[in-house]
T-cell receptor, first 111, second 115 residues
Framework: KQEVTQIPAALSVPEGENLVLNCSFT??????LQWFRQDPGKGLTSLLLIQSSQREQTSGRLNASLDKSSGRSTLYIAASQPGDSATYLCAVGGGADGLTFGKGTHLIIQP | KAGVTQTPRYLIKTRGQQVTLSCSPISGHRSVSWYQQTPGQGLQFLFE???????NKGNFPGRFSGRQFSNSRSEMNVSTLELGDSALYLCASSWTSGLAAYEQYFGPGTRLTVT
């Protein structure tokens, strides 16, 4: 059974810092990996999708990497802003098997 | 293009009752998945529908069921509600299903409270 772990569970940093969120998974036979953000009481917003054959994806200040062999992914956020405050979720799998989610990293960017 | 919509957004029910939640996917998307989110268990996969067929189901009791219509809209039903069913229920849509897994887009969720 796939298990996804996200470290750290919570993170608070001053505005402007670059930061890295970590995600690890136990079964490397994944179709893809997707990073989401969730604001309090809201649904999930897709940030980046990495297909199993890819190593990284970039969108604006966000960069996500995938190392299937080691079962790891990182989400890099450059020049953090208060608006980046949210819970960040990593999910693996996809397709008919559904997504397996980590418990998330609760991120606070201090102004 | 309109996003995934879910109705109702909030719902309060009593133990023993049943409830039906609705999800309209992004236009052109044929796959709809449902997830339950609770503080203790996090996000858990309920089931996925593609072309009106249930493709897979997560580890939930038979009280949880769903269906998909020819226009790809989906409903999920929970019968004989229990207090533990209180959760945020999220629907996600994707262009297709199977090995070529595509990006999933989530709706705002339905907050169900069981009293």
């Amino acid at each position: 059974k796939q298990e996804v772990t996200q470290i750290p569970a919570a993170l608070s940093v001053p505005e402007g810092e670059n930061l890295v969120l970590n995600c690890s998974f136990t079964d490397s036979a994944i179709y893809n990996l997707q990073w989401f953000r969730q604001d309090p009481g809201k649904g999930l917003t897709s940030l980046l999708l990495i297909q199993s054959s890819q190593r990284e994806q970039t969108s604006g200040r966000l960069n996500a990497s995938l190392d299937k062999s080691s079962g790891r992914s990182t989400l890099y956020i450059a020049a953090s802003q208060p608006g980046d405050s949210a819970t960040y979720l990593c999910a693996v799998g996809g397709g008919a098997d559904g997504l397996t989610f980590g418990k998330g990293t609760h991120l606070i960017i201090q102004p | 293009k309109a996003g995934v919509t879910q109705t109702p957004r909030y719902l309060i029910k009593t133990r023993g009752q049943q409830v039906t939640l609705s999800c309209s996917p992004i236009s052109g998307h044929r796959s709809v998945s449902w997830y339950q989110q609770t503080p203790g268990q996090g996000l858990q996969f309920l089931f996925e529908y593609f072309s009106e067929t249930q493709r897979n189901k997560g580890n939930f009791p038979g009280r949880f069921s769903g269906r998909q219509f020819s226009n790809s809209r989906s409903e999920m039903n929970v019968s004989t509600l229990e207090l533990g069913d209180s959760a945020l229920y999220l629907c996600a849509s994707s262009w297709t299903s199977g090995l070529a897994a595509y990006e999933q887009y989530f709706g705002p969720g339905t907050r169900l409270t069981v009293t």
